[in-house]
């Protein structure tokens, strides 16, 4: 099988998606590289151009190389050659399980969860339902139309994307012109309404080793730049802290390796997966699992498996042996 790097996509969270193909291109230095655009075409790019583009987080970024057509065109000549994808993707269909359909229905092997286990995790209303079954405790969901009668209950809530990644979209609803503001941004998308519960925000991340055993890692506490994990403090801010392993009691800890590891069973992950939660004074709070996490420099998976002391090459290695017995059954 020919390793092949697939990266960029047609959604918003195509800018961190480069960022983890440079990541990915440093330990895998002998895969292709093939970038998804934006206007849905496929191109051959080289090691030049994509570790040459300084600010991935910011600048879109433009390959060098061949086109190869649309998306599915190019799927069809991955199969051909006999290609293995090392997904460097993020969020829209590169997450939502529509990428994965296409490649399952080719037989293309690919790191990470399947179709179906990466359209339930995407969506967090779904996420919440699954996970509740596996005895993880979420947060009640607010409609939209209840949402000044909750505000009233609540004092605060917080509003995001019911698909999505990356912290985009976040409203925090402290007053009833905050409710406008979410009512005009689920004109365009379907939003999910919670109440705000204060606390330290933790994730942990869960591995499947080659053997096919899982284990979590260690769980990571986040210190936000400005109070809140969004967009710009994950990727942007200087003043953002990452703590791994957190600073979290032995039981907190051994609280958020236990749901992690019961949301990637329950929504049927493959491979690796992250999952946020919320310690707060009212217990551990589930917030969503995602199956194709961020694995730039910076990112919080590589961490993880930096803490748990396993390399990033040898993780590759592990998910591509995965990858290529999945397919093969």
Not at 33 to 49: I, K, M, R
Not at 127 to 143: C, H, Y
Not at 172 to 187: G, L, T
Not at 209 to 218: E, V, Y
Request: net charge negative; charged share 20%; aromatic share 8%.
């Amino acid at each position: 099988m020919r390793i092949t790097i697939l990266f960029g996509g047609t959604n918003k969270e195509r800018l961190v998606s480069v960022a983890s193909a440079q990541a990915l291109h440093t330990a895998l230095p002998d895969a292709d590289l093939w970038f998804w655009d934006v206007d849905n075409t496929v191109h051959e790019t080289s090691p030049q151009a994509l570790l040459a583009h300084a600010r991935p987080f910011e600048e879109p970024f433009k390959a060098d190389g061949r086109p190869l057509g649309p998306i599915e065109p190019a799927l069809d000549r991955a199969k051909a050659e006999d290609r293995l994808f090392v997904f460097g993707l993020h969020g829209g269909m590169a997450e939502n399980g529509e990428l994965q359909a296409m490649c399952e229905m080719r037989g293309i092997a690919f790191t990470g969860s399947g179709s179906a286990s990466s359209y339930l995790a995407f969506d967090k209303v779904l996420a919440k339902r699954f996970a509740a079954i596996a005895g993880v405790q979420t947060l009640p969901s607010v409609a939209l139309q209840d949402a000044e009668a909750a505000l009233g209950q609540y004092g605060k809530l917080i509003a995001k994307p019911s698909r999505d990644g990356s912290s985009y979209g976040l409203i925090f609803v402290n007053a009833r012109q905050d409710i406008v503001a979410v009512r005009n941004a689920s004109k365009t998308e379907d939003y999910l309404i919670e109440p705000f519960i204060a606390g330290v925000e933790a994730t942990c991340g869960v591995l499947e080793l080659a053997d096919g055993s899982l284990t979590a890692l260690p769980p990571i506490e986040i210190i936000p730049a400005e109070g809140a994990f969004d967009y710009t403090a994950k990727y942007l801010a200087k003043s953002t802290q990452e703590i791994c392993p957190g600073r979290f009691s032995a039981e907190v800890t051994t609280r958020l390796m236990d749901h992690a590891m019961r949301a990637h069973r329950v929504l049927s992950c493959r491979g690796y997966s992250r999952s946020d939660f919320i310690v707060s004074d009212k217990g551990l709070i589930y917030l969503e699992t995602n199956t194709l996490p961020g694995l730039t420099k910076a990112s919080l998976y590589p961490k993880a498996l930096h803490a748990q002391g396993v390399t990033f090459v040898d993780f590759l290695t592990g998910q591509i042996e995965l990858a290529a017995r999945h397919v093969r059954r």
